[in-house]
């Protein structure tokens, strides 16, 4: 079935079966493969994007639920054209203080942070926890990303 | 020996590192790096191979004296890493070592995965390429810097020739190359000329007080790429006509195939083809949606007669039943039975420890492209050799004709360093069985990741030890039941000495206190489970049980924990320096805050020491919060201080989530989480402040990728005993609520 869908601000035609999860239309279609695959359910944040510009679980988002909606990945909020000053605030404080160890996380987390800055532009601790602990990291690099969002916060 | 036989038979060139104690483990080192410019100067001049579908080409025209760094006339610099980078920093660390020999701009700096070599590209400490143990940094030390040092003295020699100048005027500093004259280069514009230079037999390496990155600043190469999603791991791969595979798998192990209808999954669209492959029945199909729902729409009658059967609760009832006969012995000193009949008080404690999963972030996954003659595999290998050899063995070709491609991958924790090399050997089965010459990904999904076996194994200890009149340990003995992660393995032989696995046994034998009479045995139970390696390995237990039963001991000899250890260590300096130096960082012996507890542990496991110093306080439903951790690690000379740092952090959050909620459960053979609801892992939420402090160092350096990991739960249960008087003696702790005595 085909679908349309504002992907990072480009109008794109899709042709799949409507159940695909969007995390696969990005990765095997769109070849968008910043947006990780880590469980499937919904329970560890990898896949996260941004839908209508809310921070949501692509893995479980229907193909048919995003026709006509507005998609934004890490690609999307990556390079001097397409970030957003919060997006490149937050991709600047994970590179100064080095916060990625795997890093197989890390673009759903930038996704998860971006979310909670634009809605809160100065989280307190309490904040930073209840938005980002959807985001598993196993690498435990939470200590940094706390310390990331702060610095963040810091340049907006 | 053939090279593909070498996964079967890794006798006598094969050996994971053990705790070693300092002394000796410098004499290994310095042995290591005596044969280091013998190795680079062998490798001279050799081609650089084709790195990968999407690698870097050798430039024409750059300067490549040794198989570790590539100087392009670009002016980047390529440092070409031998080990896999998972997260630990592998690619930055052998990268600051060549920076620094060459005194390059970190700007300039590239990084890319080494081929498969064993000879080129092998880790000392193995003897074939891979990295595991913590031995990355400590067994390239010498050989990335001496690979720098080469290319300088080359860049310095043709700038000489070029301006006619003495190579003794000339310095290099940030990528430039100057002459007191005024003339200056760039790397790039001397690249082409240094390669006619004449390598040299013995390049000078810097003193350690010219250090400009070792020791002090060099940010990570990894992190630009990490931040916006370009950092391609196996999964990211796309090739054209590439079909993407899946694995029904058993539900219990040891569990076959009997026969299967694969009906339902071959009527979604997309999937192209069923195959029977020893591991299962793989789906291939054109995309991982229909790959995935194939996985779970095919139906399969299991032949579970020669499967594991037994439970957790059986496996723990089992092992507990051996605690009471002693064991092969590890360790014995002085004269335990007479030791306890004078000792005034006795303690002893059971302790419970669970199977665990590693659960890195990407799961299992590998690409092959096989067309019956040669062939391409493309994977996060953490032990090239074995991997490439099973390749070349399962697909019946030469070594040279099979090209692994090493990737980033998505954490490991020990996770890929396996000894049968099995996602790899399924993706060759699986191309070899299909016959076909497409790209082949296979991946697992979650479920499949954490029921899939290679577990931390289920470990059951029993410390028993007795206290003087004046509260001194007069007798030790520990008593540790679990199954072995070397036997019937290629490791076997190097593991497994007199019927001792050292991994079983790694912290709890080598325990550090001066305690005249001691005994340390071990059984080693057989079980269909597959265990493995999980980041820190056997002192995931042992430290545990060894440090919390001291601060069990401290308590009833009316002694302060940090003292107490002190005193039994005064024959082990580098112990007592992380212990005093995170003692006083943290405040130790300064007053606590009301509902809050302090408990402190320290340990060594792979050559380097830690001790960690926790602050805990209890929720209103009486589970945990750690609330601020103080690490103090002594690795040596601290390369790359803040990856240092990041290590501690990390371990210190894989082996809190563990400690916390970590736990595999069995029932009736089969496993009963499936995906991080069942296997809950830590979060942000409860993640504590961590404050490391690294103990200046000039030994050689050691491992950080696992040190950091074991030395949380004892000190969090040590406060946790302070302040509740509970004993935390079965893992993970969420399955007691803690009442504070206060």
């Given at each position: 079935?085909?679908?349309?869908?504002?992907?990072?601000?480009?109008?794109?035609?899709?042709?799949?079966?409507?159940?695909?999860?969007?995390?696969?239309?990005?990765?095997?279609?769109?070849?968008?493969?910043?947006?990780?695959?880590?469980?499937?359910?919904?329970?560890?944040?990898?896949?996260?994007?941004?839908?209508?510009?809310?921070?949501?679980?692509?893995?479980?988002?229907?193909?048919?639920?995003?026709?006509?909606?507005?998609?934004?990945?890490?690609?999307?909020?990556?390079?001097?054209?397409?970030?957003?000053?919060?997006?490149?605030?937050?991709?600047?404080?994970?590179?100064?203080?080095?916060?990625?160890?795997?890093?197989?996380?890390?673009?759903?987390?930038?996704?998860?942070?971006?979310?909670?800055?634009?809605?809160?532009?100065?989280?307190?601790?309490?904040?930073?926890?209840?938005?980002?602990?959807?985001?598993?990291?196993?690498?435990?690099?939470?200590?940094?990303?706390?310390?990331?969002?702060?610095?963040?916060?810091?340049?907006? | 020996?053939?090279?593909?036989?070498?996964?079967?038979?890794?006798?006598?060139?094969?050996?994971?590192?053990?705790?070693?104690?300092?002394?000796?483990?410098?004499?290994?080192?310095?042995?290591?790096?005596?044969?280091?410019?013998?190795?680079?100067?062998?490798?001279?001049?050799?081609?650089?191979?084709?790195?990968?579908?999407?690698?870097?080409?050798?430039?024409?025209?750059?300067?490549?004296?040794?198989?570790?760094?590539?100087?392009?006339?670009?002016?980047?610099?390529?440092?070409?890493?031998?080990?896999?980078?998972?997260?630990?920093?592998?690619?930055?660390?052998?990268?600051?070592?060549?920076?620094?020999?060459?005194?390059?701009?970190?700007?300039?700096?590239?990084?890319?995965?080494?081929?498969?070599?064993?000879?080129?590209?092998?880790?000392?400490?193995?003897?074939?390429?891979?990295?595991?143990?913590?031995?990355?940094?400590?067994?390239?030390?010498?050989?990335?810097?001496?690979?720098?040092?080469?290319?300088?003295?080359?860049?310095?020699?043709?700038?000489?020739?070029?301006?006619?100048?003495?190579?003794?005027?000339?310095?290099?500093?940030?990528?430039?190359?100057?002459?007191?004259?005024?003339?200056?280069?760039?790397?790039?514009?001397?690249?082409?000329?240094?390669?006619?230079?004449?390598?040299?037999?013995?390049?000078?390496?810097?003193?350690?007080?010219?250090?400009?990155?070792?020791?002090?600043?060099?940010?990570?190469?990894?992190?630009?790429?990490?931040?916006?999603?370009?950092?391609?791991?196996?999964?990211?791969?796309?090739?054209?006509?590439?079909?993407?595979?899946?694995?029904?798998?058993?539900?219990?192990?040891?569990?076959?195939?009997?026969?299967?209808?694969?009906?339902?999954?071959?009527?979604?669209?997309?999937?192209?083809?069923?195959?029977?492959?020893?591991?299962?029945?793989?789906?291939?199909?054109?995309?991982?949606?229909?790959?995935?729902?194939?996985?779970?729409?095919?139906?399969?009658?299991?032949?579970?007669?020669?499967?594991?059967?037994?439970?957790?609760?059986?496996?723990?009832?089992?092992?507990?039943?051996?605690?009471?006969?002693?064991?092969?012995?590890?360790?014995?000193?002085?004269?335990?039975?007479?030791?306890?009949?004078?000792?005034?008080?006795?303690?002893?404690?059971?302790?419970?420890?669970?199977?665990?999963?590693?659960?890195?972030?990407?799961?299992?996954?590998?690409?092959?492209?096989?067309?019956?003659?040669?062939?391409?595999?493309?994977?996060?290998?953490?032990?090239?050799?074995?991997?490439?050899?099973?390749?070349?063995?399962?697909?019946?070709?030469?070594?040279?004709?099979?090209?692994?491609?090493?990737?980033?991958?998505?954490?490991?924790?020990?996770?890929?360093?396996?000894?049968?090399?099995?996602?790899?050997?399924?993706?060759?089965?699986?191309?070899?069985?299909?016959?076909?010459?497409?790209?082949?990904?296979?991946?697992?999904?979650?479920?499949?990741?954490?029921?899939?076996?290679?577990?931390?194994?289920?470990?059951?200890?029993?410390?028993?030890?007795?206290?003087?009149?004046?509260?001194?340990?007069?007798?030790?003995?520990?008593?540790?039941?679990?199954?072995?992660?070397?036997?019937?393995?290629?490791?076997?032989?190097?593991?497994?000495?007199?019927?001792?696995?050292?991994?079983?046994?790694?912290?709890?034998?080598?325990?550090?206190?001066?305690?005249?009479?001691?005994?340390?045995?071990?059984?080693?139970?057989?079980?269909?489970?597959?265990?493995?390696?999980?980041?820190?390995?056997?002192?995931?237990?042992?430290?545990?049980?060894?440090?919390?039963?001291?601060?069990?001991?401290?308590?009833?000899?009316?002694?302060?924990?940090?003292?107490f250890r002190l005193a039994m260590l005064k024959d082990k300096p580098r112990h007592a320096g992380v212990l005093k130096l995170a003692a006083e960082k943290a405040g130790w012996g300064q007053p606590v805050k009301p509902g809050k507890f302090r408990?402190?542990?320290?340990?060594?496991?792979?050559?380097?020491?830690?001790?960690?110093?926790?602050?805990?306080s209890l929720r209103d439903d009486g589970s945990v919060k750690v609330e601020r951790v103080v690490c103090a690690i002594d690795c040596g000379l601290a390369v790359n201080p803040d990856v240092v740092a990041a290590q501690m952090e990390g371990g210190i959050g894989y082996g809190l989530g563990a400690g916390l909620k970590g736990a595999i459960t069995l029932a009736g053979g089969e496993v009963e989480q499936g995906n991080f609801d069942g296997y809950d892992v830590l979060r942000?939420?409860?993640?504590?402040?961590?404050?490391?402090?690294?103990?200046?160092?000039?030994?050689?350096?050691?491992?950080?990728?696992?040190?950091?990991?074991?030395?949380?739960?004892?000190?969090?249960?040590?406060?946790?005993?302070?302040?509740?008087?509970?004993?935390?003696?079965?893992?993970?702790?969420?399955?007691?609520?803690?009442?504070?005595?206060?």
């Amino acid at each position: 079935m085909a679908f349309t869908v504002t992907i990072n601000g480009k109008k794109t035609s899709i042709d799949v079966d409507p159940e695909t999860p969007l995390l696969w239309v990005l990765r095997d279609d769109l070849k968008l493969t910043g947006t990780k695959f880590g469980c499937g359910a919904a329970l560890c944040g990898a896949c996260t994007v941004h839908l209508d510009g809310e921070a949501v679980r692509s893995c479980q988002i229907q193909a048919r639920d995003v026709d006509g909606r507005d998609v934004t990945t890490i690609e999307g909020v990556t390079g001097e054209a397409s970030a957003t000053p919060v997006a490149k605030a937050v991709q600047a404080a994970w590179i100064k203080l080095d916060v990625a160890q795997c890093g197989y996380c890390q673009p759903g987390q930038i996704m998860s942070a971006v979310g909670l800055l634009t809605q809160i532009p100065k989280p307190t601790d309490d904040d930073i926890d209840k938005a980002m602990d959807g985001n598993v990291c196993r690498c435990a690099t939470y200590h940094r990303i706390r310390a990331a969002i702060h610095e963040a916060a810091k340049t907006i | 020996m053939t090279y593909t036989d070498l996964p079967n038979k890794l006798t006598g060139i094969f050996a994971m590192p053990v705790p070693k104690p300092p002394d000796e483990s410098r004499r290994s080192f310095l042995k290591i790096s005596g044969g280091v410019g013998a190795g680079l100067v062998l490798g001279l001049a050799a081609p650089l191979p084709k790195l990968g579908p999407t690698g870097a080409q050798a430039t024409s025209g750059a300067l490549a004296p040794n198989p570790f760094l590539r100087v392009a006339a670009d002016n980047t610099v390529t440092v070409i890493i031998k080990h896999l980078d998972k997260g630990q920093g592998a690619a930055t660390g052998l990268a600051t070592l060549v920076a620094e020999e060459l005194d390059a701009d970190h700007a300039q700096i590239k990084t890319e995965f080494a081929p498969a070599d064993p000879i080129k590209y092998k880790n000392f400490a193995f003897g074939v390429q891979g990295v595991g143990g913590s031995t990355g940094l400590a067994n390239s030390y010498e050989q990335y810097r001496t690979a720098g040092a080469t290319a300088r003295a080359m860049l310095i020699a043709a700038a000489a020739r070029t301006w006619n100048v003495k190579a003794d005027d000339i310095t290099v500093k940030a990528g430039v190359v100057s002459h007191s004259s005024g003339k200056s280069a760039t790397f790039g514009e001397l690249a082409n000329k240094a390669a006619g230079e004449s390598v040299p037999d013995k390049p000078t390496l810097k003193d350690p007080k010219d250090f400009v990155f070792i020791g002090k600043s060099f940010p990570r190469v990894d992190s630009p790429a990490k931040v916006n999603g370009t950092a391609l791991y196996t999964i990211d791969h796309q090739f054209d006509g590439m079909l993407i595979a899946t694995i029904a798998r058993p539900p219990m192990f040891g569990a076959k195939v009997k026969s299967f209808d694969a009906s339902a999954a071959e009527s979604i669209k997309g999937v192209v083809k069923v195959l029977p492959v020893p591991q299962g029945i793989a789906i291939l199909a054109t995309n991982t949606w229909a790959a995935i729902k194939a996985q779970r729409a095919i139906k399969v009658d299991w032949e579970k007669s020669g499967a594991e059967t037994r439970g957790s609760a059986e496996l723990v009832a089992e092992y507990k039943a051996l605690l009471d006969s002693p064991g092969t012995k590890a360790r014995e000193e002085g004269n335990l039975e007479d030791a306890f009949k004078a000792a005034v008080k006795i303690v002893e404690a059971d302790f419970e420890f669970p199977y665990l999963a590693h659960a890195p972030m990407e799961p299992m996954d590998c690409v092959v492209r096989y067309d019956g003659s040669s062939a391409d595999i493309c994977t996060g290998s953490q032990m090239q050799t074995l991997d490439h050899a099973t390749a070349c063995k399962v697909l019946g070709l030469k070594p040279e004709a099979v090209n692994l491609h090493t990737v980033w991958a998505g954490g490991s924790f020990g996770r890929r360093a396996i000894a049968d090399s099995h996602y790899v050997r399924e993706a060759c089965d699986i191309a070899k069985a299909y016959g076909k010459a497409v790209p082949i990904k296979v991946i697992w999904t979650r479920e499949d990741d954490i029921k899939g076996g290679w577990y931390r194994p289920l470990y059951v200890h029993r410390i028993k030890a007795g206290l003087d009149k004046d509260g001194t340990i007069v007798a030790w003995l520990h008593r540790i039941v679990g199954q072995s992660i070397g036997a019937g393995t290629p490791f076997e032989a190097l593991l497994v000495k007199d019927g001792i696995d050292s991994t079983s046994v790694e912290g709890a034998n080598n325990l550090p206190y001066a305690i005249a009479n001691i005994r340390v045995d071990l059984h080693t139970t057989k079980g269909g489970v597959p265990v493995l390696w999980w980041r820190s390995v056997g002192s995931t237990h042992t430290a545990h049980a060894t440090e919390h039963m001291i601060d069990m001991l401290a308590k009833e000899a009316g002694k302060d924990p940090v003292a107490f250890r002190l005193a039994m260590l005064k024959d082990k300096p580098r112990h007592a320096g992380v212990l005093k130096l995170a003692a006083e960082k943290a405040g130790w012996g300064q007053p606590v805050k009301p509902g809050k507890f302090r408990g402190v542990a320290v340990h060594e496991s792979f050559a380097s020491f830690v001790a960690n110093v926790a602050d805990v306080s209890l929720r209103d439903d009486g589970s945990v919060k750690v609330e601020r951790v103080v690490c103090a690690i002594d690795c040596g000379l601290a390369v790359n201080p803040d990856v240092v740092a990041a290590q501690m952090e990390g371990g210190i959050g894989y082996g809190l989530g563990a400690g916390l909620k970590g736990a595999i459960t069995l029932a009736g053979g089969e496993v009963e989480q499936g995906n991080f609801d069942g296997y809950d892992v830590l979060r942000i939420s409860e993640m504590p402040r961590v404050e490391v402090h690294i103990v200046p160092s000039a030994e050689p350096p050691t491992g950080v990728g696992e040190p950091g990991t074991p030395v949380v739960t004892p000190a969090v249960a040590n406060a946790l005993l302070s302040g509740t008087g509970v004993r935390t003696t079965v893992l993970p702790m969420n399955k007691q609520r803690y009442k504070s005595q206060s």
